[in-house]
């Protein structure tokens, strides 16, 4: 089908969505560039962050303890999805990494640490 130029008539809605899949694409890792990693969430939120704020922005840990001194310690486990030149949280270690977290007796996070993964 043509126009009376003789050009083919081009429909606006595959250019439109291909268009709308890369700003929403764009904006998606935007998003995600801007959130911080658990590292630098975890370096904001030591002192004063609860386990509650702590679990609702990473979720349930992997592994938890209860110290006799009644703290609790968390484990967080990330391994690295296997997408090139993607490494998850990972910059440039260990295919997996713990999380090791500490809670004081008012479930306040006091301590962390980030280290390779151990056998659990």
């Known amino acids: ?3 009376e130029t003789g050009r083919p008539v081009v429909s606006g809605s595959s250019s ?3 268009w709308a899949f890369t700003v929403v694409a764009g904006l998606t890792l935007s998003l995600a560039a801007c959130m911080p990693s658990q590292y630098e969430y975890l370096g904001q939120a030591n002192g004063h962050a609860t386990q509650g704020e702590i679990k609702e922005r ?3 840990p ?3 303890q209860t110290l006799p ?5 968390w484990t967080y ?3 690295v999805n296997s997408f090139p ?3 998850g949280d990972m910059r440039g270690g260990a295919p997996c990494i713990d999380y090791i977290l500490r809670f004081d007796s008012k479930q306040v996070l006091n301590y962390w640490t ?7």
Do not use: F, K, N, W
Request: charged share 20%; net charge neutral.
């Open 85 to 87: 030149g993607i490494r």
């Open 62 to 64: 992997h592994q938890t």
């Open 69 to 73: 001194d009644q703290t609790q310690v």
């Open 114 to 120: 980030r280290q390779p993964c151990s056998a659990l």
């Open 1 to 3: 089908m043509g126009t």
């Open 77 to 79: 486990r990330y391994e």
């Open 58 to 60: 990473l979720g349930e």
């Open 16 to 18: 439109a969505s291909g």
